[in-house]
């Protein structure tokens, strides 16, 4: 199963565009790249998934590095709401079998 | 939809107690997973079923722990006897498997603790 690697923490101030790396060096090629986040005592909610090309949506945008083993979440504007762990996973499984494996993620704090 | 359900939010029990956590899927959702959430350990997958049929409880901690899922909107996890060290906030996630999408929407838990 292809392993994530992120930051532990980062910090980001309100209103700036927020990168959050994230390292899979052995993904696999039919293996999807999604992102969730879990603020404060709440459920992960999930925030974009992709495979080789980049790919944005109402909450950010995530590009996937040419060779697959690295991508980068963008929180284009982010907001003190914005505040949470940011969850890099590889979905694993055959198809109808998916599950997902989260790791420590990334602690966003946006600083007004 | 309301989204994924789960009761109760908060449990408070006494060790050597039987603790049943409850949970409903989003409807039309074929596939359900329960996690485990501590600071050790993060977020753990316990078990998850599809199509009301258990497919991987390798993530159960012991035989105290037991998940059910008699049809496709209810599912159980039942802790028998309850232990200090079972006390987390237990997750329920469900999603639409065989969707190139598959996402799963988690409930806001249940916050398990056990004195």
């Known amino acids: 199963d292809a392993k994530t690697t992120q930051p532990t923490s980062m910090d980001c101030a309100e209103g700036r565009a927020a990168n959050l790396p994230c390292n899979h060096s052995?993904?696999?090629?039919?293996?999807?790249v999604y992102w969730y986040r879990q603020i404060h005592s709440q459920g992960p909610q999930y925030i974009i998934h992709g495979l080789k090309n980049n790919e944005t949506n109402e909450m950010a945008s995530l590009i996937i590095t040419e060779d697959r083993k690295s991508s980068t979440l963008i929180l284009p504007h982010a907001t003190l709401r914005d505040t949470a762990v940011y969850y890099c996973?590889?979905?694993?499984?055959?198809?109808?079998?998916?599950?997902?494996?989260f790791g420590a993620g990334t602690t966003v704090t946006v600083r007004a | 939809d309301a989204g994924v359900i789960q009761s109760p939010r908060h449990e408070v029990t006494e060790m050597g107690q039987e603790v049943t956590l409850r949970c409903k899927p989003i409807s039309g959702h074929n596939s359900l997973f329960w996690y485990r959430q501590t600071m050790m350990r993060g977020l753990e997958l316990l078990i998850y079923?599809?199509?009301?049929?258990?497919?991987?409880d390798s993530g159960m901690p012991e035989d105290r722990f037991s998940a059910k899922m008699p049809n496709a909107s209810f599912s159980t996890l039942k802790i028998q006897p309850s232990e200090p060290r079972d006390s987390a906030v237990y997750f329920c996630a469900s999603t639409q498997q065989g969707l190139a999408k598959n996402i799963q929407y988690f409930g806001a838990g249940t916050r398990l603790s056990v004195l």
């Open positions: 052995t993904i696999s090629g039919n293996e999807y």
């Open positions: 079923f599809n199509n009301n049929v258990p497919i991987d």
């Open positions: 996973i590889v979905r694993v499984g055959p198809v109808g079998d998916y599950k997902l494996s």
